[in-house]
């Protein structure tokens, strides 16, 4: 029986809020654990000067210590892990998840922002989103932790910005929230909103340990929803959306592919049994390609590219 177990986290207060609140669940359910946290600074948290959020910036570090042994699981946001898991790792539990929804923090609420204000995000996926609903705003790309982005409306240097909602409620910001964004026009992140615990494969004791953390809905909604950003192009940099909701024995899943200019937002959903998550993940992927989003992962990739 394992007495032992070393969990990595990166630095910010934000991971570290939510390391602390799974390392509580852990011990929750595995009184006399000993269990000690391991804090990595990632490539995403030294380069602040990277665009909009690229592909694993903040898991990699993680995933490396991981495989080298220093410590025995990561938790990571959801949203930042990529589809692909390396090889030797598996995502083995998710939290149950918070509200998924974007927000919006500004002096005034999305509708009522004079035209030409700047509104700040890191993720091409709201960029694309707010351009859509409200061309006549221009989105400007930010990094910096949840303090620095809401420093940058406070000072003037943008009007906005739009963040997480399960962020601000885990930093108990709640309160400088000013419109949750409406799941109509501006649908989440993968993952959005739930923790990832990810470990080694094949670990029976971790295994044993974590079971119980896992939370069997938001697990079936994150699994359709990673199988439908994976059918869709995976690491691709068009950017995509989907949310799944899970119902009794039901999961409805709304997926979004839009280009990289925002002029085409392509919106589909499919529903069917929970435990047919992946499935129905694939199947709204396929049907989607079929209605226009192959053209457009094809337009981003030779952006990318060229």
């Not at 699981?73 to 990529?82: F, N, Q, R, T």
């Not at 922002?113 to 960029?127: D, E, K, Y």
């Not at 929803?225 to 909701?245: D, I, N």
Request: proline fraction near 4%; glycine fraction near 10%; aromatic fraction near 2%.
């Amino acid at each position: 029986m394992r007495r032992k177990l070393t969990v990595g986290s990166r630095r910010s207060r934000l991971a570290l809020l939510q390391t602390e609140s799974v390392i509580a669940r852990i011990r929750e359910i595995n009184p006399g654990l000993e269990v000690s946290l391991s804090k990595i600074v990632t490539t995403g948290d030294r380069n602040q000067r990277i665009g909009w959020t690229g592909t694993a910036v903040f898991v990699k570090e993680l995933e490396q210590a991981l495989l080298d042994g220093r410590i025995d699981i990561a938790v990571h946001s959801l949203k930042d892990m990529p589809t692909e898991v390396p090889l030797g790792l598996c995502l083995l539990a998710v939290t149950e998840r918070l509200d998924p929804r974007d927000a919006l923090v500004a002096k005034s609420r999305l509708n009522e922002i004079p035209s030409g204000a700047r509104i700040g995000t890191g993720s091409l996926r709201r960029a694309v989103q707010l351009m859509s609903y409200r061309p006549d705003l221009l989105a400007r790309p930010i990094r910096g932790n949840i303090d620095t982005r809401l420093g940058r409306v406070s000072s003037g240097e943008v009007d906005g910005v739009i963040v997480a909602a399960a962020a601000m409620l885990r930093l108990d910001l709640k309160g400088k929230i000013t419109e949750y964004l409406p799941l109509e026009h501006f649908l989440p992140a993968v993952g959005q909103g739930a923790l990832a615990i990810e470990a080694r494969l094949g670990d029976k004791d971790i295994a044993g340990l974590i079971s119980s953390v896992n939370h069997l809905p938001t697990w079936q909604c994150v699994t359709a929803e990673r199988a439908f950003l994976h059918a869709m192009g995976g690491g691709c940099r068009a950017p995509v959306a989907a949310l799944g909701t899970v119902s009794g024995n039901k999961l409805k899943l709304e997926g979004m592919v839009a280009s990289i200019s925002g002029r085409r937002v392509l919106r589909a959903s499919g529903e069917g049994s929970a435990t047919s998550a992946e499935e129905i993940g694939v199947g709204l992927a396929q049907r989607m390609r079929g209605m226009g989003a192959a053209e457009i992962i094809a337009e981003a990739r030779s952006h990318e590219n060229g």
